[in-house]
């Protein structure tokens, strides 16, 4: 068919107008998630790195972490916020080894570390007007930011926190800055006054003589009062709790915070009352913001006279309790999930190992169904290590040292067994890699019956051979460490900030081999969960499970003990590597602050037993914190737990329950003496 002029040209029109046209219709349900203010704001910041401080940098790289941890995000965004961290911490790692290798003059040579830091702290801390005016141009991300002019009013509390938030991190990236930082001040004064209000509001008399929240909440989708008589005991009870908020202990806020979510994550609750559950989370989780940010943390903590026993716990009873089913259910949904490991991103990942582990905890589930959930746990937690261990490789060590890179060995990677014990290559000629492998072949065939007694005799002076030149390995890197850490003193030293305030959500504790490096920088330099208003003794942090929680903690589960053995072999130590190259840095900022480390053990044995153990452990970990690597001796105190902590309430044999922890207690204990 042949088209007329005027016909092709209507047509050619028509052709191009149809997605011209499309592009105009309204957003359908199969399309990206749209992209949050604060996401493009950051991708949108166009700054040169070069101009950021050390301080904008670190808090950059903090901000794009949990935004990618929060979810949500299209694949695109999420790499292009993955390509900005890792380019933000490429030039801190600069930075860091620039000042390494500055030259130091003559009169610098002359002067302690600490002075030489001093006048570096106190040139840049001059008042403003001894410095020449320099005009501040506000940057278009937070002018951008103060122009929203969406009042307070139409916001829900998330938006409101969130915009706080916005504020208090644009406050700290302009530090020295007042005429970028007034009109920021001003929104926090009033977001924080319109939450204020809300919460009042929320607690207002209605006429029964209930609250107005309360008449709202007991009622389901359709208006009808929630019937107490077809909800589980613990729901009720949760129900009937109608105190306010702000009336709760931090003990109690976080009790019941923890219960709400338990009973959101059941599934079996009616619309009604799931809706009053999460009013009250959400009312419940505002206050402890406020508290947070007011550092009112909480009341006075403990001393030996109120400490509670502990969480002793009979192992005879751990695997006989009766299987709740409401937790039952919650089981149900993880072992049914069928997303496979692989395909979720290291958030959904580790919110799923979360969610596990609480559930677990909880201590309410079946035989049966708490095996299977340990199954699923294991084979997540060992997806997620492999990929935090693999971008860890894949990075430089924070810090700008220039250690030994790590190398992992697979653990999926089948060895050949007979290859490896038919090995007689020199130990010197083997890699540390190679050489940890070698040794942990031959241990497990050492003892096993089918070889003949001259091989496994050969094959345990091979060990002893191989430690040997891991341990002088070890104690070389360590005098390589001294070294540069010294001349990063003699250059001014590490930029690490203490007290750093975590959000109040954030868990007590984190695996080290599930989070970045970042992650447990943070943890280690976070400040106490609770208000201290006194030094305690290291005896009585043991007595106190409320001491205890004040103190965000590292947990390592890495570190494979021998059977009634209480010392960390040399092909054990890189597990600490990470941690430990981060905790010299600290103490090379700040020297007098003081590290515990816990020593936990899982339910098989008695409880003296146990408790005798896990604090040989823990100080075992010292004995290998302070040799091999720059962290004195005095820096550190250790603590055993034995089974009163199980991460996993069982009497089984669980690796989970099994490990050392380590977090700063310099508040808690005091620093160490001049």
Known sequence: MKLSLSAASLLALALFAVPALAQDQPATGSEQPAVSAEVVALLDDRRPLSELSNAELTQRIRKVRSLIEAGGLDAETTSRLQALMKAARAERMARQQQAQQQPVTADQADQPAETQQAETQQAETQPAEAQPPVATEIPEDVLAFINNNKPLAEMSRNELRARMMQARQFMQANKGKPEVRKPLRTIVQSVRAELATRNGQASQPAEDGGTVAQTQSDQGASGEPVAESNMPDDVVAFMRDRRPAKDLSMNELQARIANAETHLGSGNLASGTRGRIARQLEADRAELQRRGEAGELTERLPGPEQAPAGEVQDETQLDTNAANPEAEAAAREFLTDSRRAEQLSDAELRARLNGIRTLMAGNKLSRETERQLRQKLAADRAILRARIAARQNDEPAAGGQAGT???????????????????????RQLADYELRRRIQVYRDAAFDNRYSETDRRRWREVIAQDRAVLRQRLIEARRARAEELAARRRAGGFDIDLDVVLQPDRPRYVDAAEVDDQEIEDFLVAKPRRKV???????????????????????????RFGFNEAFVREEEIESLDRIAEIMERILSAHPRE????????????????????SRQRAQAVKQALTTYYVIPEENLRTIGYGERFLKIPTAEAEAENRRVSIGRATALIGELDE
């Open 405 to 427: 890179p790590r190398v992992e060995i697979d653990n999926n990677y089948i060895i050949n067994i007979e290859v490896v014990l038919a090995d007689r290559r020199p130990s």
């Open 533 to 559: 208003e006194r030094r305690y003794t290291v005896e009585e942090l043991e007595q106190s499970p409320t001491l205890r929680d004040a103190i965000s903690r590292i947990e390592i589960d890495t570190i």
């Open 594 to 613: 003081v590290f515990v480390i816990e020593g936990h053990t899982d339910a098989v044995g008695s409880d003296d037993y146990n408790l005798r153990l």
